[in-house]
């Protein structure tokens, strides 16, 4: 079986290598780097399977990585690591293509439930050519379908895409600016105001079952709840 390929960048060498040996011991394949320009080269050799990215590197930090990362690769999991706390470092992790924060100091075990819910939902991501179960409902993203029951309603190109991008987030905070930086392609009033009218309409064509529900998370986006 294929190992997971995992690269972590920690400047924090004794730390580092006590998260390297910890998730090799689970059977992960992990290639540690020391600052950010190192990690930038190690990805652009070997694209690993997700990303651990400390904040504070030195020579590039990991802020500053992810987002020449996100500029090539929209898919690839990003799990940042922090020691800071305040709200807007969070933010900002999420706003430049951040999958989840991580604050230290954190337990092993926190870390690996964490890559392996971000795997799962790459499983999903790649399942777009498979019905994927919604709550009482079945979503085709490539046909653009709902399903519920015997009725199939259709999507438009953009509702799918946001439906999607929710559902790989399901029942976790989905980074407004991500959502219109992926799928609209900016980030300003109009855009906001268009993607405010996709989310009215995909909640009517969620009635259907009361168990889901798009909810407004404000500052931060939206959560799909299921």
């Known amino acids: 079986m294929k190992k997971i390929r995992i690269l972590l960048a920690e400047d924090e060498l004794a730390l580092g290598s006590i998260i390297q040996e910890s998730l090799e011991s689970r059977e992960f394949c992990v290639r540690l780097c020391g600052d950010g320009q190192a990690a930038w080269e190690s990805y652009q050799q070997d694209k690993p399977d997700v990303l ?32 800071k706390g305040q709200s807007e470092d969070v933010v900002k992790g999420f706003s430049l293509g951040g999958n989840d924060y991580v604050r230290k100091p954190f337990s092993m075990e926190e870390l690996i439930v964490r890559i392996k819910a971000q795997l799962d939902k790459q499983l999903i991501r790649q399942s777009t050519n498979d019905w994927i179960a919604l709550g009482n409902y079945q979503f085709h993203a490539n046909r653009q379908v709902l399903r519920l029951g015997e009725t199939e309603t259709s999507l438009t190109a953009r509702e799918s895409q946001l439906l999607q991008m929710l559902l790989q987030n399901a029942n976790e905070i989905t980074d407004r600016t991500l959502i219109l930086k992926q799928i609209w392609g900016a980030d300003d009033f109009f855009t906001a105001r268009s993607m405010d009218v996709f989310i009215t309409k995909l909640r009517k064509k969620l009635q259907g079952d009361p168990g889901i529900q798009i909810l407004n998370v404000r500052g931060y986006g939206f959560k799909l709840a299921c």
Request: proline share 6%; glycine share 4%; net charge neutral.
């Open 52 to 83: 651990v990215l400390d904040v504070m590197l030195p020579k590039k930090d990991g802020f500053t990585l992810a987002s020449e990362i996100r500029k090539i690769d929209l898919q690839t999991p990003i799990i940042f690591l922090t020691s």
